[in-house]
């Protein structure tokens, strides 16, 4: 039996929730019979150019006709690349709507955009996707591009000022006709657990 590693990898570009494909695959690779698998998955990360980017193991895919040459487990990971990480050779394609993929990639892609949107509403995960320094505005526009809906900007704004998580850091953004925008960083870059829900 064949063992792989796949890695989901997400980033938010200009409005949209990305993922990073070979032709038309996810990044992947086999792994090596003295190796651990997430020293496999971070293998496939540094190859991409994304070394240190935080990654979480998302589940182990094993149906016997998913590779039809071979009987083969996938280990899934998703990743979190901020949106001024450096781009890689490989394409970058809407998360919601890729164009058809090898074997059962489009479903490891459907099962880490639901961790990934779950995770939202009670962790810290999404600033993983962050430029270090950002407004409000562009921190309520991740959440609404990756949940797919719309949310009250009052609300969201009192709900996540009131965990403590921001700090504001000196500098403003330009934000079209309007004044410049105050930015905010996290007061740490370590996920964590929120008391209650942010979304």
Known sequence: MNVDVDLVLFTVREGRLLVLLRNDSLPGTSVGDDEPVEAAARRVLDAQGFRGAYVE??????????????????V????????DATPSKAEWKP????????HDHALIIR???????????????GLQLLPRAFTL?????LYEVILARRL????????????????SVSGRRASG???????YAFRTRKIRILDGQIV
């Open 76 to 83: 899934a990971y998703f990743a979190l690349l901020r949106s």
């Open 95 to 102: 998360a919601t709507s890729p164009p058809p993929l090898a």
């Open 57 to 74: 193991q998302l589940y182990t895919f094993g149906e016997p006709s998913r590779v039809p040459a071979a009987r083969t487990l996938s």
């Open 152 to 167: 009250d900007k009052r609300n969201f704004r009192r709900k996540i000022l009131a965990t403590g998580l921001l700090r």
């Open 111 to 125: 099962t880490a955009l639901a961790r990934l949107r779950a995770k939202l509403s009670y962790s810290t995960v």
């Open 137 to 141: 505005t562009e921190l309520q526009e």
């Open 177 to 183: 006709a309007h004044r410049p925008a105050q930015l």
